[in-house]
C-alpha cells in the first residue's frame, strides 16, 4: 500500500473488521487502516490500495509485515443527477467523423 494524504473533509463508510485472509478492496481505494506490528503497537494511517498477494492484507507474512485489524473506505463523492433530456443536450446529434449529407 502507498501511504496518501487525502486531505480534509474527507468522508469514511464504516469501520470493518479484517480477518488476513487478503484484500478485500479494490486496487486504488483510500482506506484507512489500523495496524499491528509485532511488538503490539497498533496505529492508524491512510493508505491507497495496491494489490498484490505480499501485503499486510495476508497475515501470513505477519510478523515481517504489519497486520491489518480493521479497515474504512473513503466515499466517493456524488455525482450531480441528471435528467435524461440534460444528457442527451449534452451529447452531439451525429458521431464525429460521419458527414450528414
Not at 484484500?23 to 503490539?40: A, I, K, M, S
Amino acid at each position: 500500500m502507498a501511504t496518501s494524504n487525502p486531505g480534509k473533509g474527507t468522508e469514511w463508510g464504516p469501520w470493518i473488521r479484517h480477518d488476513g485472509k487478503g484484500c478485500p478492496v479494490r486496487p486504488g481505494t483510500l482506506v484507512e487502516v489500523v495496524c499491528e506490528d509485532r511488538f503490539g503497537f497498533t496505529m492508524r494511517q491512510l493508505s491507497i490500495v495496491c494489490g498484490g498477494s505480499y501485503s499486510s492484507w495476508n497475515w501470513t507474512h505477519f510478523p515481517e509485515l504489519k497486520r491489518i485489524l480493521r479497515y474504512r473506505e473513503q466515499k466517493p463523492k456524488s455525482l450531480p443527477m441528471q435528467t435524461a433530456r440534460e444528457r442527451s443536450r449534452d451529447m452531439p446529434s451525429h458521431p464525429r467523423g460521419v458527414s450528414v449529407d
